[in-house]
């Protein structure tokens, strides 16, 4: 019975050792965790002390951008008031000085708004962080900065200005807007163009609105039998009664080619676009031209093929024909 007793004595206290130590790892492992919830606490803690810390710094910076922010919008409205009542300055001036001055006020508002929100923070931090003095940021931003130095040139040399009908690397169209970066035209089918500065810039421009004069030209055909003399008086007519032709420069009708079926005369005059559009003169002195030379006899030739086909003698074709029967 003693032996018994042991026995269980021994068990009972190996189990109550086992449980104890269990405990013990129970509580360290709680504990660790617990740390570690404790350091992500507190760590999260301090953030949103230092964030409720810097509201106030935040709230400044917040203001002090949107002064600047009024300050851009006030110089934009001095400029146009200023320099647009002046019938010598020119209309890209005022769009340069709108658009870089304004830009350059919001940016250095930024700067300070930066500043001021975030402890310890220099614009040479930015620049940095940015990357701007890097060969492959450098690179990555070529265009847009190539974009961006056209737009100015352009704006500052004014080659053409807005509402001008302009041709650039065969699209053509109604300049609405130039910005920094690309300009934009409407077509003439309504639609709208945005060609990059760098493009504008580079490439030959066609101002079709440059000057108020331009000159008019279409050819039309006579028949070969036809007297030219008595055309070009029909023509040179017509044109010294059209009141929306100019007289200075002089128009003219010449032979221009001696054509297949025709000979073709070049009908050449010069217009007010103030007073009438070149499409639409061209249409009403060819309506005319086509009128006087139907009441005058002078015929407007068109292609025509003659065919012939030798059929041979008869005689010749018979005899052929009995060969070949037999």
Same mark, same amino acid.
């Given at each position: 019975? #003693?032996?018994?007793?042991?026995? &269980? ?22 504990? =660790? ?5 404790? %350091? ?44 647009? %009542? ?8 005022? &769009? ?20 001021? =929100? ?10 940095? /962080? ?25 704006? &500052? ?73 008595? #055309?070009? %008086? ?21 032979? /221009? ?7 073709? &005369? ?27 030379? =139907? ?26 024909? #009995?060969?070949?029967?037999?």
């Amino acid at each position: 019975m #003693a032996e018994q007793q042991n026995t &269980l004595s021994d068990v009972t206290q190996g189990t109550t050792q086992l449980l104890h130590d269990a405990t013990e790892k129970t509580a360290q492992t709680v504990l =660790a965790h617990t740390s570690k919830y404790n %350091d992500a606490y507190s760590t999260i803690d301090k953030i949103m002390d230092g964030f409720w810390e810097r509201i106030p710094y935040i709230c400044i910076a917040f203001v002090v951008f949107t002064i600047f922010w009024l300050l851009s919008k006030v110089f934009k409205f001095f400029v146009r008031k200023t320099l647009s %009542d002046r019938t010598y300055t020119r209309q890209n001036l005022v &769009l340069v000085l709108n658009r870089v001055g304004a830009s350059a006020i919001i940016f250095f508002g930024f700067l300070i708004a930066m500043v001021i =929100a975030i402890p310890g923070f220099t614009p040479g931090q930015l620049m940095s /962080a940015l990357g701007i003095g890097s060969v492959a940021i450098g690179f990555a931003f070529k265009d847009i900065f190539q974009n961006l130095l056209s737009g100015v040139l352009i704006l &500052l040399s004014e080659p053409f200005k807005i509402g001008d009908d302009i041709i650039v690397s065969g699209m053509e169209g109604t300049v609405e807007d130039i910005q920094i970066r690309a300009t934009y035209l409407r077509s003439p089918d309504g639609r709208r163009i945005v060609i990059p500065n760098a493009t504008v810039y580079t490439s030959a421009v066609t101002v079709n609105t440059a000057y108020k004069r331009r000159r008019c030209e279409f050819i039309v055909g006579i028949g070969y039998e036809d007297d030219v003399q008595k #055309a070009k %008086d029909v023509v040179m007519k017509i044109l010294d009664h059209d009141s929306s032709i100019l007289s200075q420069p002089g128009f003219s009708v010449n032979v /221009a080619a001696l054509a297949d079926f025709s000979v073709n &005369l070049k009908v050449q005059w010069w217009v007010d676009t103030g007073e009438t559009g070149t499409s639409n003169s061209i249409s009403s002195v060819q309506e005319k031209v086509i009128q006087a030379f =139907a009441e005058n006899d002078v015929s407007i030739p068109y292609p025509v093929q003659e065919v012939k086909v030798y059929r041979g003698d008869p005689s010749v074709q018979d005899e052929e024909t #009995a060969r070949a029967k037999k």
